[in-house]
C-alpha cells in the first residue's frame, strides 16, 4: 500500500490517499470531493461536477427510497387515519376551495334570506293592516299601506306585483273612510260629460247620492251647427271641473249642469 498526504483542495483538510495500483483518483473522508490523481507525486485535481451529479443522484434515489416507505405504510393504515393524514396534507387546498367557491354560495344565500325574511315582513304588514281595516282603524291602515313596497334592488316584476297591491289597498281604505264620513263619488270625471245628455247626467249625480244639484242653459244653438238640444257643455262640482272619478265629495256639494238649448 503506497500513501501519500495532501491537502483537499475543497475543504483543505490533511488526508492520507492511497495509491497503490496507479489509482488515478481518490475521495476526500471529510467533504467527500472526488480527487483526481497524476502520478501521485506531482499534479492533483478534483472535479466538483462529478461529485454534485454522485450527489443529486444519491439525493434523488433517497427521496424515491422515502416516498416509497411512505406510501407502504399508508397502504397499511386505516383509512380514517389516512384521510385525516391527506386532509392535513391538503389542508391549503381545501381552505381555498372554501375560499373560491364556498364564499359565492354562502353570498347568494344569504341574499335568498334577506329577500324571504323582506317579503315575510310584507305579507304579515298585510295581516296588520286588515286588522286595523276590521277594527275601522283606518288613518292607522293608511299609513302602514304607504309603506307596503319592495326596495329597487328586488326584481321588477316583484316590485310591481307589491306596489298594486299597494294602490289596491290604499283605495280600498279611502273608499271605507270616505263613506265612513259620509262621503260620495261622482258618477264620472269632469272631463267626460261633455257631450252627455242633461237628463242622464242629473239622473246620474242624483243616483250616485248628491242633493244639490242645478242645472243652467247655454243659449247657443243655431240652426246648422253641430251641437244637439240639451248637450252637456260641462259639470261643476263646488265650483271645479277638474275633478276625477275617485275624488271624495260631501253628499251636498254644488253640482252645477251646463248644458246647451236653441237660442
Known sequence: MKMIAMTCPQCKANIDVDTTGNRSFAFCQYCGSKILLDDGTKHIKFSYENVAKVRKIEAEQQDKALQYQQEEKEADMPLTQWVRRKARKNSFFIIYFIAFLGLPIIFFASLMIKHNVKVHQLEQLVVEIQADIDNKDYDKALYKANSLRLADDYSSEETES???????????INVLK???????????????????????IVNSFKNNGFTNIKTEEIKDIIAGLLKSEGDVEEVKINGTTGYSADDWFDPDAEVVVRYHTSV
Do not use: Y
Not at 270616505?178 to 242622464?200: C, F, I, T
Open 162 to 172: 307589491w306596489d298594486k297591491q299597494r294602490e289596491d289597498l290604499i283605495n280600498h
Open 178 to 200: 270616505a263613506k265612513e264620513n259620509g262621503k260620495l263619488k261622482p258618477p264620472m270625471s269632469g272631463s267626460a260629460v261633455k257631450g252627455q245628455n242633461v237628463d242622464d
